[in-house]
């Protein structure tokens, strides 16, 4: 059994009691909160056994989490202080290192350091918490799923909530660090939350809650370069659950702030020349402590390589002595601060650490550089065939050689050449960057779509690789326009004639009367009135106002609506002609445009539809000459998708028509959108709109005589048009998918 060291427990007593005394709020709180006493660890039946006691019982089992790289078993006790000091044991009871305790905003963390990841298991008895700690697991942690056994589940969080909630967001970002951020909007701050990993998949369980379904989806978020390839969000249960698919190695931490869970993935980079094995910058080595004074530096290696267990090659040309005092310094960082007080470096291989003066490493590997370039000039060359399924050969041919465009190089031999040929000869094509080596030749055929690459060995393979990255289908997107016009257009227009006429022929009647027409000539043809015409009445009109049309609106082209009368003496030789005349119009109309294409992703389409008008052009030489001009709607769209799914677009949407007549032709009416947007797949975006209004009041009127109340109307004419014109474009994008092609 392994316990907490006394002179340890001795001076965490002493900071505690100068803690204490720094302030009374302090020292009154100290005393109210529960205290970490001691921490023993024990192997009983190749478990870890780990007991805590603390100067109260615990209410309820800690929070806690795991990490895989490096294993860890953190656990949390919110308002408990410690009488352990920092490193409260050193051990080396099974797959326990070491423990930590760390104190910070009225809590206490205990770290437990493995040597393996591991699951665990948490008791109280009494004033104790027991933490027993399963074997370590079979395999690395990042096995595939059927090898590595579904571990316990982490309560990061307890469930406060009465009733099931709907959680709000569900969220993936790309740090600075290379890292997957996954954020998880909760309904409050009580939600239930388990964590474990399934295989190589992270679980996450919302407890007692609910998921929206526009949330239930699955993220493929592999383009975003991030150890996270997908997110999935579903509802099981009463619970909601996540499914984050990482790939390769990778750290997972996991925090809450408020309202808004965090799962963090970060990368774990593989440098096998590495001293010590970990992620990120830093030291990653065991402490240690030394002190010596005057030692010889072969001999200090030699303690090194024992503390280690690696296989240490010291060059001859490796002498002196050193005194140095370290204390509790990962051993990676010491061996660094040695080398360099001595002007040495070290190179690993595998197990195995040589260590020799910089400037003979420096001189060894340029030496090694140069025998392998060597070696490549001479290499024997082969030949491969690659057969490309969706890209062109021309274009892999141009991206292998870096000639721009895959520009041919041009052959003495005027015999036609069955295959396009591109070798490392001087070409007229700017070389930009080259895969092949200076000594390899590609051939394409484009009627089987392969090509033919004769190469170094080595090339390759590298060649491979690289056709395997790009030769690979390229998704498509169906764009669906609707480009709505509405026009609402009304007129109204109040006009009169009035005319006075002298007879001198015979009336038709011996009493005066009135009578009444259609319009102004058919009452006076009807009262007998000589020189009954359009002209001859005209000449008696003295107020000639009437309804008419107006050009260009809604009132183009319609007839109003006429009422006259005569009023004449009993001699029927003079006359009193009125003709009053009225229009109104009120129409609407709608026309609805959808164009529709589809296209590769980041390629342009272009879509039109409508009609070109000739017109006269001069030319040079002083004739003319018929020309085009494009009245049509016309769609040009460059789409982007993007990492999670959505859609980001370059977009022009015009529609023209033909306008009025003039001089020089007719006119073209342009309506046109550009802009750049990003839209979720299968929705809908309202790209603009153009709204237009027209309102148009005229009176015409004879002065004074107008003016007269009621009486006014026979003497002027009142016209008003509004027209309302507006614009709408919208635009749905949808990736199309292999089902969508085959229906």
């Not at 989490?65 to 953190?74: K, L, M």
Request: with cysteine.
């Amino acid at each position: 059994m392994t316990s907490l060291r006394p002179e340890r427990a001795s001076v965490a007593r002493c900071l505690a009691g100068a803690a204490l005394l720094w302030g009374l709020a302090a020292g009154c709180a100290a005393h109210a909160a529960n205290v970490l006493q001691s921490l023993n660890a024990s192997s009983q039946s190749g478990q870890v056994v780990v007991d805590l006691k603390f100067a109260q019982p615990l209410s309820a089992p800690p929070a806690g989490f795991t990490i895989d790289q490096p294993a860890t078993v953190v656990l949390d006790f919110p308002g408990v202080s410690s009488d352990l000091g920092m490193h409260a044991l050193s051990s080396s009871e099974g797959n326990l290192r070491s423990a930590d305790v760390v104190q910070a905003q009225g809590r206490s963390r205990v770290v437990l350091n493995l040597r393996e990841s591991t699951t665990y298991t948490t008791s109280i008895h009494g004033d104790e918490l027991r933490v027993t700690m399963a074997a370590p697991r079979n395999g690395p942690a990042n096995s595939s799923a059927s090898t590595t056994p579904v571990s316990a589940p982490v309560h990061f969080a307890q469930p406060m909530n009465s009733q099931q909630l709907a959680l709000h967001s569900v969220d993936f970002h790309r740090a600075a660090d290379g890292s997957g951020r996954i954020v998880v909007g909760l309904p409050n701050n009580q939600v239930g939350v388990d964590i474990r990993q399934q295989g190589q998949n992270i679980v996450v369980d919302f407890l007692n809650t609910t998921l929206p379904a526009d949330l239930r989806r699955r993220m493929e978020v592999g383009d975003f370069a991030t150890p996270v390839k997908s997110v999935t969000a579903f509802q099981m249960g009463d619970n909601v659950r996540m499914v984050v698919q990482p790939t390769g190695a990778y750290q997972q931490s996991a925090y809450q702030a408020d309202n808004q869970f965090v799962l963090e993935v970060h990368p774990e980079t593989a440098k096998p020349n590495q001293l010590v094995a970990g992620s990120g910058p830093g030291y990653h080595g065991q402490k240690l402590s030394l002190n010596f004074q005057n030692i010889d530096v072969r001999s200090l290696l030699q303690v090194f390589a024992d503390f280690t267990g690696l296989n240490v090659v010291v060059s001859d040309s490796v002498t002196g002595n050193l005194t140095l005092r370290l204390k509790d310094v990962p051993w990676d960082q010491a061996l660094h601060i040695i080398l360099q007080a001595k002007g040495l470096g070290e190179r690993k291989d595998g197990n195995v650490l040589w260590i020799a003066p910089r400037q003979e490493i420096i001189a060894r590997e340029r030496s090694e550089l140069e025998a392998a370039k060597s070696v490549q000039a001479l290499e024997p060359l082969k030949t491969e065939t690659f057969q490309l399924n969706y890209q062109k050969a021309a274009s892999v041919v141009a991206l292998l050689t870096g000639a721009t465009g895959g520009v041919q190089q041009a052959t003495p031999n005027t015999a036609p050449v069955p295959y396009p040929v591109l070798t490392s000869g001087n070409t007229s094509a700017t070389s930009t960057s080259r895969i092949l080596s200076p000594r390899g030749t590609v051939i394409a055929d484009p009627r089987t779509n392969q090509i033919f690459v004769t190469d170094v060995p080595s090339k390759l393979t590298e060649i491979a690789n690289f056709i395997h990255k790009i030769d690979k289908p390229v998704r498509q997107v169906l764009i669906e326009a609707r480009v709505v016009e509405a026009t609402s257009q009304f007129g109204s227009e109040l006009g009169a004639k009035l005319g006075y006429w002298n007879n001198n022929t015979p009336g038709v009647g011996n009493n005066p009367g009135a009578a009444f027409g259609g319009n102004y000539l058919g009452v006076a043809q009807a009262t007998g009135q000589s020189l009954a015409t359009g002209a001859a009445l005209t000449d008696t009109q003295f107020v000639n106002l009437p309804a008419t049309t107006i050009a260009n609106s809604v009132l183009s082209g319609a007839n109003p609506g006429t009422l006259a009368i005569s009023l004449f003496n009993a001699g029927a030789n003079r006359f009193i002609n009125l003709e009053l005349s009225a229009l109104e119009a009120d129409g609407k109309g709608k026309v609805i445009s959808a164009p529709r294409v589809i296209t590769a992703d980041m390629q342009e389409a272009h879509i039109e539809q409508g009609t070109e008008i000739p017109y006269q052009q001069a030319t040079s030489s002083g004739a003319t000459a018929v020309s085009f001009a494009k009245a049509v709607l016309s769609l040009d769209v460059t789409p982007q998708i993007t990492p999670d799914g959505n859609i980001i677009m370059n977009v022009a949407v015009h529609k023209d028509s033909v306008g009025q007549n003039t001089n020089n032709g007719p006119a073209i009416n342009t309506n046109t959108v550009s802009t750049q947007v990003q839209v979720e797949n299968g929705g809908t975006v309202v790209l603009g709109g153009i709204y237009s209004s027209t309102e148009s009041n005229q009176t015409d009127k004879v002065p004074l005589l107008g003016d007269i109340p009621v009486l006014g109307y026979l003497f002027k004419t009142n016209s008003k048009s509004v027209q309302k014109d507006e614009l709408m474009v919208f635009l749905t994008p949808r990736i199309v998918t292999s089902a969508d092609l085959t229906r």
